[in-house]
């Protein structure tokens, strides 16, 4: 959560204070809680933004989803045409990246399509190498050399 005018080294407690927006990492057990519960409590609370993460995509359709308080209600925060989405209470854009699984940044579609392209070239080129090292060999057998 994030909480501002609050002096980190004078807080004891957050009891006093409002977060003016929360992250949740979404799970299996707290999917529905987040999803209904939690936001109808964050809205009485006025907490102004309320973002859910699932960084693996295995309980929300898409492994960010935002909403903005607008009449005490929370609406869906919309994602730009490059898939960031606007927090105006930090002033910052965010976008999911990378696959948790890998280490490595999620590809896009032409990216997907251009590496299996490229490993299957490579798989190509050592089946090749591998045949032609072995038709080699049969030809030394033979007491040929190969050009």
Do not use: Q
Not at 15 to 38: A, L
Request: hydrophobic fraction near 35%; charged fraction near 35%; charge should be positive.
């Amino acid at each position: 959560m994030v909480i501002r005018g609050v002096d980190k080294h004078t807080r004891c407690s957050f009891k006093m204070w409002g977060p003016c927006v929360i992250f949740e990492i979404t799970s299996k057990s707290t999917k529905n809680e987040d999803m209904i519960n939690k936001k109808d409590m964050y809205a009485s609370l006025d907490v102004r933004e309320h973002f859910l993460f699932d960084p693996l995509r295995d309980y929300l359709k898409t492994s960010l989803l935002g909403f903005r308080l607008k009449g005490g209600r929370y609406a869906p925060l919309p994602t730009d045409s490059d898939g960031y989405m606007t927090s105006r209470e930090l002033g910052v854009s965010l976008i999911p990246e990378g696959d948790p699984r890998t280490g490595r940044p999620v590809p896009i579609f032409d990216e997907s399509l251009a590496e299996a392209e490229y490993k299957r070239a490579e798989m190509e080129h050592r089946r090749a190498k591998a045949k032609a090292e072995k038709l080699a060999a049969k030809l030394r057998s033979l007491g040929i050399e190969p050009e």
